[in-house]
């Protein structure tokens, strides 16, 4: 006969210290929503129209519409590439609010990440930013978003604060373009690329220390089934 010991919270498994956070919630949110990686822009824009607008089609006008605006930016050099993050702000931006419970609703978090890959090379290409570091930006997001990934795989939702300090996917491209228009793109995008490296590598390293093996064990079993 066995006695049968009352299991702990996982949250109690977690280290207390100032360098961990002190508890680590499951996700509250669905993973296509929180593949988005919205930033306060957006976030308050969704919080406009309370989740009412479908989240594809403007994503979908949105890429097409930066597509152009880029090709015509790289063509003539006239500065037009520079309003697509706001074009593309005042498209995705309602539907941040939305569930994502459509069929195709999952196309939105990649065609966002193509949206903001693409406008963030072509910035740089046209700008004359050292390809490396163009690289390097890019290789922060693609980190960050992996991250984002694995995590909300694990049920660990990413912390809210984590969107903001990052700027989201809207941020960071309105920032690009702030840097085209004044023609410091090279020194906005080594700033970029220092500050979220930092964010992202920090944030992602004492989130992962703070969950003990057996508990991403646990998740890994629970969603495999």
Known sequence: M?????????????????????????ASRGAVTAYRDDGPAARAMGA???????????VLVGAFVTGVLLSVGVADADGLAAFAPAVVLLLAGPGSSHPHGGRLDWLVPPILRLTEYGFAAVAGFTHGVPPWLTFLFLGALAFHHYDVVYRVRQRLHPPAWLGAAGFGWDGRMLLLALGGLTE???????????????LFGWESLTCWLAVPRSGVDSAELGADD
């Open 48 to 58: 406009l129209v309370a989740g009412e607008l479908p989240p594809l089609p403007p």
């Open 2 to 26: 066995t006695a049968d010991f009352p299991q702990r919270p996982r949250s109690s498994w977690l280290p207390h210290s100032r360098w961990f956070p002190a508890r680590l919630r499951p």
């Open 184 to 198: 410091q793109m090279t020194a906005v995008l080594a700033l970029l690329t220092l500050y979220l490296w930092g």
